[in-house]
T-cell receptor, first 115, second 110 residues
Framework: AQSVAQPEDQVNVAEGNPLTVKCTYSVSGNPYLFWYVQYPNRGLQFLLKYITGDNLVKGSYGFEAEFNKSQTSFHLKKPSALVSDSALYFCAVREISGNTGKLIFGQGTTLQVKP | DAGVTQSPTHLIKTRGQQVTLRCSPKSGHDTVSWYQQALGQGPQFIFQYYEEEERQRGNFPDRFSGHQFPNYSSELNVNALLLGDSALYLC?????????FGSGTRLTVV
């Protein structure tokens, strides 16, 4: 069975500092990996995805993620955090079987960026 | 270009009642998926509709049912509501690609 783990419930970082939100996955075969962000009382907004190709994926709002097959990780990164980046972040993997695009989400990580 | 639209945004129901949530997919999208997000949890897949048929179902009881209309819009129905059904219900649409999510319907069961 495929699964995603986000080991940190919360990440705190000062504005202007680099940030990392961790994600590890467990899949059989090649993974399709995603990051979404959720602001309070809102739905999920797509940030970026890895399907194949370059291990460093660039996405919206200056975010990027590094796919590491040997460590089965897909950590979200940003060189310089903004207070407005404070939100709930979800890592997800697309289920391979069934060809429906079903997403399996992690528990989420709250990012708090302090001025 | 309108994204995914869900209605209502909030509602409160009593245990045992029935509820219907609605979703209009993003223009051009033909597939609709529903997710339940309990407080403090990641979204959990309920089911997916394509060509007006349920294509895949997650681990949810039969009290959860759905429908997709010819214009690709969809409804999620929940019967015999339980307190544990209180959650944010998210609709996502897609066209053989990345899912686009709506803002959700916050259901509170009292």
């Amino acid at each position: 069975a495929q699964s995603v783990a986000q080991p940190e419930d919360q990440v705190n970082v000062a504005e202007g500092n680099p940030l990392t939100v961790k994600c590890t996955y467990s899949v059989s075969g090649n993974p399709y990996l995603f990051w979404y962000v959720q602001y309070p009382n809102r739905g999920l907004q797509f940030l970026l995805k890895y399907i194949t190709g370059d291990n460093l994926v660039k996405g919206s709002y200056g975010f990027e993620a590094e796919f590491n097959k040997s460590q089965t990780s897909f950590h979200l990164k940003k060189p310089s955090a903004l207070v407005s980046d404070s939100a709930l972040y979800f890592c997800a993997v697309r289920e391979i079987s069934g060809n429906t695009g079903k997403l399996i989400f992690g528990q989420g990580t709250t990012l708090q960026v302090k001025p | 270009d309108a994204g995914v639209t869900q209605s209502p945004t909030h509602l409160i129901k009593t245990r045992g009642q029935q509820v219907t949530l609605r979703c209009s997919p993003k223009s051009g999208h033909d597939t609709v998926s529903w997710y339940q997000q309990a407080l403090g949890q990641g979204p959990q897949f309920i089911f997916q509709y394509y060509e007006e048929e349920e294509r895949q179902r997650g681990n949810f009881p039969d009290r959860f049912s759905g429908h997709q209309f010819p214009n690709y819009s969809s409804e999620l129905n929940v019967n015999a509501l339980l307190l544990g059904d209180s959650a944010l219900y998210l609709c996502a649409s897609s066209l053989a690609g990345t899912a686009t999510f709506g803002s959700g319907t916050r259901l509170t069961v009292v």
